[in-house]
């Protein structure tokens, strides 16, 4: 079992940036692939953003591809997302997510959530 903890949403006006963190517990001794989801009420989840467990390979959404940033710190068990220029359409709850398979996190499918944090953007 892993449990993951975030933090960091909040509001915030167009074109600024906001920095989401979350942090692993339990059983993290697996390799696992973390990053972010998000959703906004009556839609389906969509992939933001993950990495793998050596930080080797990145993968990001459309949407947020050249504007957000996925990093770790393997010591801490820790994901970040930083998020840059931000737009309307970013607002959502964003989830942070564990698997052990890659394409089941970016399939919106991960074995493990959190219970996500808030990120509004508005003027």
């Known amino acids: 079992q892993v449990l993951l903890a975030e933090s960091g949403g909040g509001l915030v006006q167009p074109v600024e940036s906001l920095r989401l963190s979350c942090v692993a517990s339990?059983?993290?001794?697996?390799?696992?692939?973390m990053g972010w989801l998000r959703q906004v009420p009556w839609q389906k989840r969509e992939f933001v953003a993950a990495?793998?467990?050596?930080?080797?390979?990145?993968y990001y959404g459309d949407s947020v591809q050249g504007r957000f940033t996925v990093s770790r710190d393997n010591s801490k068990n820790a994901v970040y997302l930083q998020m840059n220029n931000l737009k309307s359409e970013d607002t959502a709850v964003y989830y942070c997510?564990?698997?052990?398979?890659?394409?089941?996190?970016?399939?919106?499918?991960?074995?493990?959530w959190g219970q996500g944090t808030q990120v509004t953007v508005s003027s």
């Open positions: 339990g059983n993290t001794r697996r390799s696992y692939t």
């Open positions: 997510a564990a698997d052990a398979v890659s394409q089941e996190l970016r399939n919106g499918r991960p074995n493990y």
């Open positions: 990495q793998t467990w050596d930080g080797g390979v990145s």
